[in-house]
């Protein structure tokens, strides 16, 4: 099996876990993904697609899968894993754009989320201030 394909065959088996998402299987997905750096925009294409298409309840997981794969690649001393970094960068706000659907428990989660990007300047600061006001503003009813 591919790469690719092992990669989202792991993915998708988020669909089949028990609430929340284990640690341990956030490894999993993020070790396959830095074992596949060469088809990273692949892999960062079906998480974005993942988050668009999965259930409510499993977009906070997907968005900890983010986090996961962007902070394990930007630790990294090779060019090719540091390359998600920057993919990442470019899809997040088409990702945070379909979290405005998670229930409002995890919203606050995914707030906290992005004040850790913020904080480790793990993205654009000023872009991820503009996304979470457009599409978490706190106080607003789902």
Not at 33 to 49: D, L, M, P, W
Not at 51 to 63: F, R, S, T, V, Y
Not at 77 to 88: G, I, L, M
Request: net charge positive.
């Amino acid at each position: 099996m591919s790469k690719e394909l092992e990669f989202e065959k792991e993915l998708h088996a988020l669909y089949e876990v028990k609430l929340p998402v284990s640690a341990s299987r956030i490894q999993s997905i993020t070790k396959l993904a830095i074992k596949n750096t060469k088809g990273y925009k692949n892999v960062v294409f079906a998480i974005e697609k993942f988050i668009q298409k999965c259930p409510d309840e499993l977009k906070l997981g997907a968005m900890y899968v983010v986090d996961s794969i962007a902070r394990t690649a930007a630790k990294s001393s090779s060019s090719d894993v540091k390359a998600y970094v920057s993919r990442f960068a470019e899809k997040i706000e088409s990702m945070l754009s379909n979290v405005v659907y998670a229930p409002e428990k995890d919203k606050d989660k995914i707030r906290k989320l992005l004040g850790v990007w913020k904080k480790s300047k793990l993205f654009d600061e000023e872009l991820l201030k503009k996304l979470e006001k457009e599409f978490l503003p706190k106080g607003m009813l789902s």
